[in-house]
């Protein structure tokens, strides 16, 4: 089966299990969405969607952000690990949207990804789910689907994005790797995989993945 071939089957199969697409992280703008894609590292979406209340009830937009103190940020999202940095990285951020951007969220990558503790794949999320602009933020799940595929080599997040890229269709990003995180959580996980429930891999997956996978199963 050819890559392009491959892509096709990925896409027919998300679309027919997840016609609707739950958006992960809990959020009413661009705003609350950029912070709570920020607490989501090495965090899981349960974990944020539990903190994010709390902090935004004390503050929902930036001005109200920075009269609060990094330490009084820190305390509410400790639960979400890495809180000294990410609570410095909210505040300077909020601090940056009003001094530079009117309070509002940047639409567009440079400025993005010039704000503090806001990578490539934080602004990529933003851009596709509080924009529509056309991207394919790369996580843990894609990047690891993407090798069992066989539509990527696995050496790096940029290099998967860049394959994922050439590979689908432009017009299907922004949904389809909200699909593909999906489904490797429900499908394709990286501890406890079954491979009988995960269709896609069974179908168009990496010879020597799996291979592997029966190798670990078989009997000692």
């Not at 609570?87 to 951020?93: D, M, N, Q, V």
């Not at 949904?175 to 501890?191: K, M, N, V």
């Not at 429930?197 to 670990?216: C, F, H, M, P, S």
Request: charged share 25%; hydrophobic share 35%; net charge positive.
């Amino acid at each position: 089966m050819t890559k392009k071939e491959k892509s096709t089957f990925v896409i027919n199969t998300l679309n027919e299990l997840y016609p609707e697409i739950p958006i992960p992280l809990d959020h009413k703008d661009a705003y609350t969405l950029l912070i709570a894609v920020l607490l989501s590292a090495q965090c899981t979406d349960v974990r944020v969607n539990q903190i994010t209340p709390l902090l935004f009830a004390k503050a929902d937009n930036p001005y109200d952000m920075i009269k609060m103190s990094v330490e009084e940020i820190q305390d509410i999202i400790r639960p979400c690990g890495l809180s000294p940095m990410k609570s410095k990285g909210i505040y300077g951020l909020s601090k940056i949207l009003i001094e530079k951007h009117n309070g509002n969220v940047p639409q567009n990558f440079k400025d993005l990804e010039e704000l503090p503790a806001v990578g490539h794949k934080t602004a990529s999320v933003v851009m596709s789910q509080a924009f529509g602009v056309p991207a394919f933020p790369v996580d843990t799940h894609i990047h690891r689907l993407m090798y069992r595929w066989g539509l990527s080599d696995g050496k790096n997040v940029e290099k998967t994005e860049k394959d994922a890229k050439t590979l689908f269709p432009k017009e299907r990003w922004n949904d389809l790797h909200l699909q593909i995180i999906w489904y490797g959580r429900e499908y394709s996980p990286a501890r406890g995989w079954d491979l009988d429930k995960d269709i896609i891999t069974k179908t168009i997956g990496r010879k020597a993945v799996i291979n592997e996978y029966y190798k670990k199963k078989a009997p000692k």
